[in-house]
Each structure stands twice: as C-alpha cells, then as structure tokens.
C-alpha cells in the first residue's frame, strides 16, 4: 500500500515540511494583521520571509567568553532534526524511510531539540539565553511524558511502531475519535517542542526572547525556522497517527493527506494566539498531576481493546 | 554484514571511542556533557546498524534527555563549568592508567584468544518483537525486577535530594491548603 | 573479524571510562565514566546478540537492564551529590573520605 | 554586488526596531508603538534581532551610554534613530529604512559587542532549597522590552531566582513630565480640567499597562489588543466605539482560567500592606496578588469608559485618583509602587518578577516631578 524510499521523495519531503511551515507563518502573520487592524494582503502575511534576505546580509556578531561551537551547533540542530523527523511520515502512499521503529525515532529526533535549544541557550554566555535554555528543559520535562503515552497509545492501537502500519489500521475509525485524549496531548507537545505560542516559555518577551536574543543572521534564521518546521512535522505526523493517514474517499491518498495535514496545521496556528505562556514552574504540576495519569489511562483503553477479540 | 554497515561501524566506532577520550580531556563542563552525548550517540547508532533499532533509537532518545540534564547539574554544583581557568580535577591519573590499560589489554587478549562460538539460531525477522514477546513471556521476572528498581530510584532520589517534606508544606497537621511552597504549583494543591 | 574489531570497540569505551571513574576527582565526573563503562558493555552485548546467537533474546534483555542501569545511576548520583553537596558544599570525591566505612 | 544590493533593499523592506524609550518620553513611544503596528513591523527586544535603534524621548544625559551600548551590540545593516517628539516618529521611521536600504554595504567584519563581558558573578550564596550555588549580579532595566523606561532594579540572581532585588538610583531627568498624570497635575496646578479628558487618561493608562502586562505573561494577541484600545482613546474615539470593543478585551483576559491559573499567587499585597506603603489607586483597592490587579484594571477602564461623555464636570485632583493612585506632588503615587518592589520581588522566580513589576507599573516619570519640585524648592 505504501512505496517507501523511492529516490526522488528525499528532496520532496523537506521541501513540503518547509512548505507547511510557511503557509503556517503566513497564516499566523494573517491573523496577528487582523488582530492588529492590519489590511490582510497575500504579500503582506509572507513579509517574515524577509527574515531570509536580512540574515544574509547581517554581519556577524560575536560575543566575549561564548562557546562558539557548541552555540552553533545548537542552533542547527532544531532545524536539522525537524527535517530528519519527516523521514518517517508518510503523505499519501509515499514516506522517505518506513522504518520499523518510525514512532520512536520521531520521538528521538523531536528529544534531539532538547540539546539543541540547551546549547542553543547555553552558547552565548548571557544571562538571558540560558535561563531560555533552562526553560525549555523544565518545559520538556513537562510534555515530554504525556506526549511519549500519547505516541504509544496510537501505537498500541495499531500493534506496531512503523507510522505507516498505525495509518494503515484505522480502518475509518480514526484514533482521534476513540482517542481523543491522546491525539489532544499529542497537539499539546507539538506546540511544546515548537516552544511558540503558549509554550513560547524558552523565548519569552519577560527575557528579552531568551534562547533567541543573542542569535543573529543565519543563526536566528535557523532558530526561528526550526520552531515552525517543527510545527508543521508534528501537524504532519498528527495525520498518520490519529487522523488515518491518507485514507478518504474520492480524492488519492496525497490529497486527503495534503487536507488534514493543512486542517490540524490551522487549528495549532488559531491556538497559538488563545492562550497565555503557560510557565514550567506551573505547567509542570499540571502535567504530572492530570495529564500524565490520564495519558497512562488513555494507553489502557487501546490495550484492552486489543486484548478483547 | 554489507559494505554499507561495516563503514557505518567503522565511522560509529571510531567516534564513539574520540567522544569517550574527550569526555577527560575537555575542559569546558558543557563540552564534556556533549561529548559523551555523542559517544553514547553513536554507541545507539552502532547497536541499531548491529540490527536493534528499537535499541538503538531509545538509547539516543535516553541518553539526549540524561546528559543535558547532567550538564544542568553539573553546571548548578561545579566551579568554573565553562572551562574559562583550565584547572586540573583529577587524582592518581598514573594509577588510573596503568589499571585502565592493564584492563584493556586483558579484555583485548582475551577478545582475540578466546575460541568464540559459531552462530547459533537465525536473525528474527523483527528483533523489536522478539524484544518484547521476551521482555513479556520467559523475562517477565527481569521486567518485574527493573520495574521495582525503577520506582524504588524514583522514590529513593526524590527523598534524598529534597529537603522539604510533606509536613513542611502542608503544616504538621497535614492540613494547609493550599501548600506553603516557594514558587505555587498550576492544580494550586 | 568485524566481530572482534567491535568487541575491542566495547573494552576501549569500558576502559576510557574505568580510567576516567578512577582518575576524577568529581563525583559528577566519576558518573560520567560509570556511564561509559556501561555503553562499553552495552556494545558488547549488542555484539553478542547479533553475532552469537540472534535467535535467543538474552543479548537484547542485557542491552534493556544496562541502559536502566545508566538511567537509576545517574539519577541516584545525582541525588548522593545534592544531599551531600546541601550538607556539605562538596562535590569531590576526595573531600568525602568520612563516607570511607 | 547587484545580489547583496538587493538582498538589502528587500530586508530593509520591514525592518524590525529596537524601541528605546527615554525617561519621560512616554508620549514618543505611545506614537512609536502605535505607527509600528500599523505598518506591521517587528518590534524586537535584544539588539541582536533589530535592524533599527529607535531612541524616543529627551536626551538624558545619565543614560546616554545605554542607547550607545545597545547601539554597539547591533549587528550591521543597522541605523540609529532618534524621535524627541511623538510627530516626528513616523517620519524618522520612514527616513531609518531608506536609509538602512542604501547605506552601509558588506563585507563586514564581525561586530564585538562591548556591553556584555562576563556577568559578574560573586561568591556562592544560600538557595532558596538550601544548596550553595553560585549567584550572578545583573541589572534589570532601565531600558527592557515591555519594562517601565527608566526603572532599574539590582538583582542578585541564583538560577532565575531572585535573592535579593533593590532599586537603583533614580535619573536626574530633564523637563519632567508624567503623561499619565498630566490632567491631575493641571487641576492642582488650577486649570480647569474636565473630568472626562482625565478618565479618558487614565482609562488609557490601564490599557497600557495591562498591554505591557499581557506582553510579558506571553500573550502577545490580547497585548495588541489591548493598545490598540488605548491607542483609539488617546485620539478621542468616542465611548460607544469602544466600550463594547473594551467589555469583550475584559472578557477574554480578565475571566481567562488560563491566565488566572498562570498568575495567581504572585506579588501578594494585601490592602493593608499597601495603604501602610503609602500605596493607593488599583493596587491598593485590588488588595491582592497579580490576577486581583489585571482585574482591577479592567474594571476600572469599564467604569472610566462610561464617563468619557461627562464633558461639564470639572476634575477634582484630589478626590479622583491619577492612573496609579491619589495624586501627591510631594510624593508621587509611583514612588510609592516602586518602593514595594524590592520586598515583593525577593524569593521570586524571574517571569514572576516580571509579572509583578508589570502588574504594579509604577511610571518613572512621576518620581521625577518629586525631585524637580525638591531641587526647585
């Protein structure tokens, strides 16, 4: 049902994630000119694009006593595993690399930024950056677990941890509507690894944008590029786990994934502007304390229905 | 094994073994932490190439958790974490090297002198499952094991690294609400 | 001879790590080097398993309890540095000798 | 060249701004403020993520090296800006970006910002969980995104927790004038004030505040929001434009669970403690933590948003209070807000800190009009 690894899906699938995570970009730009009293003009919504030629052009900084390499590597390794995480989702009937463990290796690839955004912070020997590098590792450590049983309630449902197998099994019934619950978690992490919006915690206007205020040029770019290339990869693979793939009538499979995929994308985007930051030092009690017990029982109600027949 | 995993091995090992002499010739606390980040990056990377992926992924999602929040702790306890005044921490290096080296020549010798085995049983066609139809049928007591040594560190760490008890917070009849914390938590208990 | 050309891969990870518990004078520092140990043994019977005898799961089930191992020796050791770091703002090993029985 | 020519004419297309405001120069950054969301650009908040530096308000001589600073820390294409009036501002915006179109071509050399140098950290001290841990020295202010223009406070920081937190010295300021007060000090002055333009004042001044409230609890839409109101009060849009405008902002922020979720607890004043601070106006009458505050604030814009039609009724300055409390020129009510914050700061982390000096916004420049009357007197 699903062709894995023809050669010319390597170029198509990071092209098509930075492809989401513009129109995710101009989306949120729309809606903060509407906020604004702004006209909304289809120029006008692609004006952060204009990040692109600035990095180009700005000359580098350097600050006293940083950690150039490793604040580089940081920097690049957000946008990097973003992409690396898109080898396992498929769209329509094609994925890069249908690997057998796909669901764990997104959740590695997404953990990756963990390290990336605590360099990141870390690199730039300011004040203001590692308490954003801090941040997100308290902020991790609040998403992370529900959204790891959020992960293995779908893969329990479907019996395997290849993403294309748990697409394959929703048969019309999708998890998100038996497993409401998990697929909420899951669109919480997703705005949790991107940190914007109401996880925008790491890179607080309070701190003076944390891990982003000493980056400029192309280090900025990548940082900023990564948030959304990361919204768009967990939206995308929000499709196969709870949403059944490509799977739908009338339209080919590259179609509906296309719909849902843009659907889910929407609604994280409208999200990002309803909420408050929500702060670790209060967030992480709320997770232990409620999501994570109720995300253990949300993996019961697929085990026992996979034990019943 | 193809020629495309016996490079991938070469390539894996050979920066495993650079990642772990680093991890005591770096000075830089942050360096350190990220260097056996990568060592024990590419220690997953060889057991996945060595066919268990399952294995090999979770070892780098484990270990990309573990070592930053080592490089939290190490910072928050050492001096001097981002190796600005090199300062030496070490004791006894000859010792250590001369054990060290002995035990890697033992275990060299015995790797090329001991008459292993041929291979017996075949490769299952998907090692995660073996992995788990073990882990759950004949290894039940192994799982059982882990799992109370887990909860017992959990409970055991917690109890040593905090110095607030439940009384300090809730008052000694245990019925402040909300609790007297620093900082209020978000279910305001 | 891939086989043995890992498994000396394992001895040099688990002797860089003995030399580093051995030679540190932190506790943080020590941990690091228990953890390489343990990746050394993790390669070893990752190799075991898959050169050996793949057919049995015993290989896999080591991998299992040695990288929870690594997980419950970090988080004990870093709950030992706290409670003695709060007791005693020390973070050598050295300057712990009263622990000595 | 043709490729970087136009690379940095099509970045300087939106530039994004540095917005540094000077002591008493509230009235440059309303307009600067409000000209940047109307032509939709960025407004930053470090100088590494700005293209323009845009200094808004009087010269102040004590301060002059902090624009200089944030000035050296920008990377290049860069150009400097400075708005002494809130007319000028949109025609210095306008001349910043064709100039940050032409000017200044690379390669450059990389930029060695010298504001930073190491953080000065001294000894190890007691934590807040009894661990000795190493604690930094740092400044918050006088010039911070969504921050009182002016205001410093000296913190000694362990982690993002505050240990202990004192005001710095105020500035020496030149010609002082609070534009929030400035209806509460033409009637003591004896000027005939209606009582509609001082609530309309005053009914803008919680709007600012709950905007620069809203920006640092992390929610930048409702911020908008919120000084898009102000921004129509100050150029007189009538009561029933945006009244109803104003019942639905209160809806959303002030019944928000989430945000009375994230912000309770923090920056606890009693009224009591207060009044014996010498604390009047919204904070006291609130009588609580943050949430209480915001509250307040909206409560009061509603109530100010009905009198903005009472053009007969002349402002009694004492009776009704200015934007921040009771107005006392011999001691402003903001002197008082800001002399809370060291006490209410200590033991906080540092987004609450932000939260409480938000939820308090104390006004600078009113303090100065004390020392000004002192130095004259």
């Not at chain 3, 040099?12 to 943080?28: D, N, P």
């Amino acid at each position: 049902m699903v062709d894995a690894g023809k050669w010319w899906t390597l170029p198509v699938a990071p092209a098509l994630l930075l492809g989401f995570a513009v129109l995710a970009v101009a989306g949120k730009t729309a809606l903060d000119d509407r906020g604004a009293g702004r006209s909304v003009t289809p120029v006008g919504v692609l004006r952060p694009l204009l990040a692109v030629p600035r990095a180009l052009v700005a000359q580098p900084r350097r600050l006293p006593a940083s950690d150039r390499l490793l604040w580089r590597l940081g920097v690049v390794t957000v946008p990097v595993a973003a992409v690396l995480s898109t080898l396992v989702i498929p769209f329509g009937n094609h994925v890069v690399a249908d690997l057998s463990v796909g669901v764990v290796w997104f959740n590695a690839m997404e953990v990756l930024t963990w390290a990336g955004l605590w360099l990141a912070g870390w690199g730039p020997n300011a004040a203001f950056s590692l308490v954003g590098g801090y941040r997100f590792l308290a902020q991790g450590l609040a998403y992370e677990l529900p959204l790891m049983f959020a992960l293995i309630s779908a893969a329990t449902g479907a019996q395997s941890l290849r993403v294309t197998d748990i697409a394959g099994a929703q048969h019309g019934l999708w998890y998100a509507v038996w497993m409401p619950f998990a697929f909420a978690v899951h669109l919480t992490g997703v705005l949790a690894f991107s940190f914007l919006g109401p996880f925008a915690y790491p890179a607080g206007r309070d701190i003076a944008d944390g891990v982003l205020g000493e980056t400029s040029g192309v280090d900025r770019l990548l940082l900023r590029a990564g948030r959304w290339l990361w919204l768009a990869a967990g939206a995308a693979m929000a499709v196969p786990l709870f949403l059944g793939g490509g799977a739908g009538p009338g339209l080919p499979a590259w179609a509906w994934s296309l719909v849902k995929t843009v659907l889910v994308l929407g609604l994280l985007v409208w999200v990002l502007r309803r909420l408050p930051a929500l702060r670790a030092d209060r967030y992480v009690e709320l997770a232990w304390v409620v999501l994570l017990p109720a995300a253990i029982v949300q993996v019961l109600v697929p085990a026992l229905v996979d034990l019943g027949p | 094994m193809g020629v495309t995993n016996t490079v991938l091995l070469w390539v894996l090992g050979v920066l495993a073994l650079t990642g772990g002499v680093l991890v005591f010739t770096l000075n830089s606390m942050a360096r350190v932490a990220f260097s056996l980040l990568g060592c024990l990056v590419c220690v997953g990377g060889v057991v996945t190439v060595l066919g268990l992926p399952y294995l090999g992924v979770v070892i780098v999602l484990m270990m990309v958790m573990e070592m930053v929040i080592m490089a939290v702790f190490m910072i928050a306890y050492m001096m001097n974490p981002a190796g600005l005044m090199p300062m030496s921490m070490v004791h006894n290096t000859r010792g250590a090297l001369v054990i060290s080296g002995a035990v890697l020549a033992a275990l060299v010798a015995g790797i090329f002198l001991v008459p292993w085995p041929g291979r017996t049983g075949a490769r299952p066609k998907d090692s995660t499952f073996q992995l788990g139809m073990s882990l759950m049928a004949d290894q039940m007591l192994t799982m059982v094991t882990l799992g109370f040594v887990l909860l017992a560190t959990m409970v055991g760490a917690t109890v040593l690294a905090t110095r607030r008890g439940r009384y300090d917070r809730f008052g000694d009849e245990l019925d402040r609400r909300p609790a007297e914390d620093p900082a209020g938590g978000g279910v305001g208990r | 001879m891939t086989f043995e050309l890992l498994l000396v891969l394992a001895a040099g990870l688990f002797s860089t790590g003995l030399y580093g518990a051995l030679s540190q004078q932190s506790i943080v520092m020590i941990m690091m080097g228990i953890e390489l140990m343990t990746g050394g043994v993790v390669v070893a019977a990752a190799v075991f398993w898959s050169f050996l005898s793949p057919g049995a799961s015993g290989g896999q089930v080591l991998v299992v309890a040695a990288v929870l191992a690594m997980a419950v020796e970090m988080a004990m050791g870093f709950a030992v540095t706290t409670a003695i770091y709060r007791a005693r703002r020390v973070d050598m090993a050295d300057m712990a000798e009263d622990l000595k029985g | 060249m043709g490729l970087t020519d136009f690379l940095v004419r099509a970045a300087a297309r939106r530039p994004s701004v540095l917005l540094v405001t000077m002591p008493g120069g509230t009235p440059v950054r309303l307009a600067a403020e409000r000209e940047l969301r109307c032509r939709g650009w960025a407004e930053a908040s470090t100088p590494a993520g700005a293209d323009l530096l845009l200094v808004a308000g009087p010269d102040c001589p004590a301060l002059r090296s902090g624009p200089d600073r944030l000035w050296d820390d920008m990377s290049r294409p860069r150009v400097r800006l400075r708005a002494e009036t809130a007319e000028a501002v949109a025609p210095v915006l306008d001349e910043g970006r064709a100039r940050l179109g032409e000017t200044e071509r690379g390669p450059y050399g990389a930029v060695d910002p010298r504001g930073h140098g190491g953080p000065p950290m001294a000894g190890p001290g007691e934590d807040r969980d009894g661990l000795t841990l190493d604690r930094l020295h740092l400044s918050l202010g006088p010039f911070l995104a969504d921050w009182p223009a002016g205001l410093v406070v000296r913190v000694v920081l362990q982690g993002d927790v505050i240990r202990r937190a004192r005001l710095g010295e105020p500035y020496e300021t030149g010609p002082a004038d609070p534009f929030w007060s400035r209806p509460w000090i033409r009637a003591s002055a004896g000027e005939p004030v209606p009582v509609a333009e001082a609530a309309r004042r005053r009914a803008a001044a919680h709007l600012d505040s709950l905007g620069r409230l809203s920006a640092v609890a992390g929610w930048p839409a409702e911020a908008v929001a919120a000084r898009r109101l102000r921004d129509d009060l100050l150029e007189g849009a009538p009561a029933d434009a945006v009244l109803p405008r104003t019942m639905r902002l209160a809806r959303r922020v002030g019944r928000s669970r989430s945000l009375y979720r994230l912000t309770w607890g923090i920056g606890p004043l009693t009224a009591a403690d207060a009044h014996a601070a010498g604390v009047s106006g919204p904070a006291a009458r609130a009588g609580g933590d943050v949430p209480a505050r915001y509250r307040q604030w909206l409560s009061d814009t509603l109530d100010d948003m009905r009198r903005l039609d009472d053009t007969t009724t002349l402002l009694d300055p004492v009776a009704e209070e200015s934007p921040r409390g009771r107005w006392d020129t011999q001691r402003p009510p903001s002197a008082a807000l800001a002399g809370l914050l060291p006490r209410l700061l200590e033991g906080t982390e540092l987004a609450a800190a932000r939260l409480v000096v938000a939820s308090l916004d104390p006004d600078p420049d009113e303090p100065a009009v004390r020392r000004q009357e002192v130095a004259r007197g």
